[in-house]
């Protein structure tokens, strides 16, 4: 059983990050969804709101689940007995980090593997900051991200 952790803030999941998860499906026999707690980076949808909205979008892919994790990654990838970590790349602008990010992840742990997709072209100038942006202006963002999470942004910035 081949499993990857595909972690995240996912503040909210978007079309890019949905892609990712498409393609590493077809990779490995599991592909674990892990939504970081992050309360530092002050995030607009609490951890159970951002749970909720990735679990409808991966309702349909069977071998897709969803879940949460606090503090160390790797102690979690352990955890949940996976071979590796699925990250997304979009631009030069990601690499320095997810570089930095995946070489110290094999530091603590060399046995897991970090792997990185590129999402469809149309998807790599999205991001949840941008996303939440232009929902937060009162703009439509039903091209980036799913239905549920643009009733969620839009439910979230009305303050209902
Ligand atoms: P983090 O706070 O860990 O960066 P994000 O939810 O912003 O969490 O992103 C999770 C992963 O998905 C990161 O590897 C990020 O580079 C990647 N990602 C985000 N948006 C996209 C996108 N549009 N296309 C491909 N990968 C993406």
């Not at 999941?13 to 969804?33: C, E, M, P, S, W």
């Not at 071998?63 to 990654?73: Q, W």
């Not at 980090?97 to 100038?125: C, G, H, S, V, W």
């Amino acid at each position: 059983m081949r499993t990857a952790i595909y972690p995240g803030s996912f503040d909210p999941l978007t079309n890019g990050h949905l892609d990712v998860i498409q393609r590493a499906a077809k990779l490995f026999d599991r592909v674990v969804v892990a939504v970081a707690r992050n309360e530092d980076k002050q995030p607009l949808f609490g951890l159970d709101e951002r749970l909720a909205l990735v679990k409808q979008a991966v309702h349909h892919l069977p071998d897709v689940e969803a879940d949460t994790f606090d503090g160390l990654l790797i102690e979690y990838v352990v955890s949940r007995k996976a071979q590796a970590i699925v990250r997304g790349l979009r631009a030069v602008s990601d690499f320095e980090f997810e570089f930095q990010l995946a070489l110290m992840n094999r530091k603590l742990n060399e046995n897991i593997e970090t792997i990185f997709m590129m999402p469809k072209d149309t998807y790599t100038f999205l991001s949840s900051r941008i996303v939440k942006e232009i929902a937060r202006l009162g703009g439509d963002v039903g091209a980036f991200v799913p239905a549920h999470v643009r009733t969620a942004l839009t439910n979230k910035f009305a303050g209902t």
